[in-house]
């Protein structure tokens, strides 16, 4: 495995001991890269590993294959700020997505440093030798294998990556069809002339629709109750303009910001007027529709703008598939399948040849690795978040968890700088752990994610907490973060350091 010198060793080094290295990071997909390329960048003598359970890297744009598969935040924002995204779409494929993701890695050379096939099922943390050992299974072999290293960095996002959600539908097995959930799509799946219902509201459904649309029958999208739905832009006019006269990097510096600011006064603003907000969606929308086509109930939610997130469709092109006649919404509630299709709430039997059940993913914390802190098992929804990226109680450990109001790696790279301060403030006054304690007394503890999505809610219990207190908070304003983790001191009286001795860990 991964050597300080970054040196790869034999066969017979590797098993003669476990593997040690500075720094493990836990999952090779965009914050995994992201964190081992700021390792490289900034800590040229850490050591570091990324333990992979899947065979190829890339995260969530390497295991979905739906059609359409996209981004729903431009590349500007949701790309790495010292790689510029180049390519002339902002609202890019996921192809393309993957691509940028495994050349960076490529670029930064941390691509030799992934062990794939590798998933981590337990972490313990001993204060007496101030290191994590960690233990993981070979995914094809079955067997095990174990790591330590000083920190632990867990990529891993929130998402079930074996599972998605589907609801228990009466009848289901009587379909005689095809039913597939987007999160496992069958790479032989022809929808060619096919009639397809697509059975959701959120950023998948909207995207499977147009794409499948092009090649199907007909796209229905059915839904129980409607999400905003936006038109933009997939290209950035701006980004281009800037290209041609700054120069690529300078350029994207200028346009991430640019897209900062918008986003972050588009949220703000449908928070503070919801009515302005849902008046500018509906006008925009109505740009994009046939003159007279009903926006109730299809594209009437009963919340307000940001109480979920936005689902974004580049170019209008849900509307303009609607328009097409090659795709309908209906809002309904599924009764029961038959044999030929869906019969609704209503009475009404949608007929179909391929259902996709686009109802959601389950949510999954840290991967499912289970922790334990000198024996103990951390009780994980009994600790809480500080900073949005450290547990209380938990020596050493770090996570990278993004926005959900505005694009996901904004944050995680804010998270992978601060963690990068601290772990080389730490080597300069000779610390070898750091611990967050508990959250100030008085503090009211609330869910971590504090949104009222349908996987945000059903999974709440199995996530830490966050609190009331500053520092406690998970932010969604990228302005009060940058201050927090990127120019505040890294000592600020909350986190406790010490020494390792060889008979246990002294105060720093």
């Excluded at 009780?379 to 990226?389: H, I, L």
């Excluded at 752990?433 to 999974?459: I, L, N, W």
């Amino acid at each position: 495995m991964a050597s300080p010198t970054g040196d790869e060793p034999s066969g017979d080094e590797l098993s003669a001991s476990v593997p040690h290295v500075d720094t493990l990071i836990i999952g090779a997909g965009l914050s995994g890269i992201g964190m081992a390329c700021r390792i490289r960048r900034s800590m040229p003598g850490h050591s570091y590993l990324i333990l992979e359970g899947r065979r190829a890297s890339g995260g969530t744009w390497d295991l979905f294959r739906y059609p359409g598969i996209r981004s729903d935040s431009d590349l500007h924002t949701l790309g790495y700020s010292f790689r510029p995204w180049t390519q002339d779409r902002a609202i890019a494929d996921g192809a393309d997505i993957l691509r940028y993701i495994r050349d960076t890695a490529r670029e930064y050379a941390v691509d030799r440093h992934i062990r794939f096939n590798l998933r981590v099922v337990r972490a313990d943390w001993s204060s007496r030798d101030g290191r994590w050992t960690v233990h993981a299974l070979d995914t094809l072999t079955r067997e095990s294998a174990r790591f330590t290293c000083r920190f632990l960095f867990s990529a891993t996002g929130y998402y079930n990556y074996e599972a998605g959600h589907t609801p228990e539908f009466r009848d289901a097995e009587l379909f005689r069809g095809t039913r597939v959930h987007p999160q496992h799509w069958p790479g032989d799946l022809d929808h060619t002339d096919r009639r397809v219902v697509v059975i959701g509201s959120g950023a998948t459904a909207v995207t499977l629709v147009p794409a499948m649309a092009r090649r199907a029958a007909h796209v229905t999208l059915l839904q129980r109750s409607p999400s905003y739905v936006l038109p933009v832009p997939s290209k950035d006019p701006v980004a281009r303009v800037l290209g041609r006269v700054a120069g690529p990097r300078r350029a994207y510096e200028l346009t991430r910001r640019k897209n900062l600011l918008q986003q972050t006064f588009i949220y703000r603003s449908s928070r503070r007027f919801p009515r302005g907000a849902k008046a500018v969606i509906r006008f925009l929308q109505r740009r994009v529709l046939p003159s007279g086509y009903p926006l109730d109930p299809h594209f009437r939610p009963a919340y307000d703008p940001w109480d979920q997130r936005l689902c974004v469709v580049p170019d209008g092109d849900l509307f303009k598939a609607v328009s097409s006649g090659r795709a309908s919404v209906v809002t309904d509630r599924v009764e029961r399948f038959t044999e030929r299709g869906i019969v609704l709430h209503s009475g009404r039997e949608l007929a179909a040849d391929i259902v996709v059940t686009a109802t959601g993913l389950d949510l999954l914390a840290f991967g499912g690795v289970a922790l334990s802190v000198d024996g103990r098992a951390v009780d994980v929804p009994r600790t809480t978040a500080y900073k949005g990226m450290m547990l209380s109680g938990v020596p050493n450990f770090a996570f990278a968890i993004g926005y959900t109001n505005i694009s996901w790696t904004l944050r995680v790279g804010l998270v992978g700088e601060y963690f990068c301060r601290l772990m080389a403030y730490m080597e300069a006054r000779g610390h070898t752990s750091f611990e967050v304690g508990a959250c100030p007394p008085g503090s009211t503890r609330k869910p971590m994610f504090d949104f009222a999505a349908g996987y945000a809610q059903r999974s709440a219990g199995i996530f830490p907490k966050q609190a009331d207190s500053p520092l406690w908070r998970m932010n969604t304003d990228y302005t009060e973060d940058e201050q927090i983790l990127r120019y505040a001191a890294v000592d600020d009286g909350h986190i406790r350091f010490a020494r390792h001795a060889p008979d246990g860990p002294a105060p720093g």
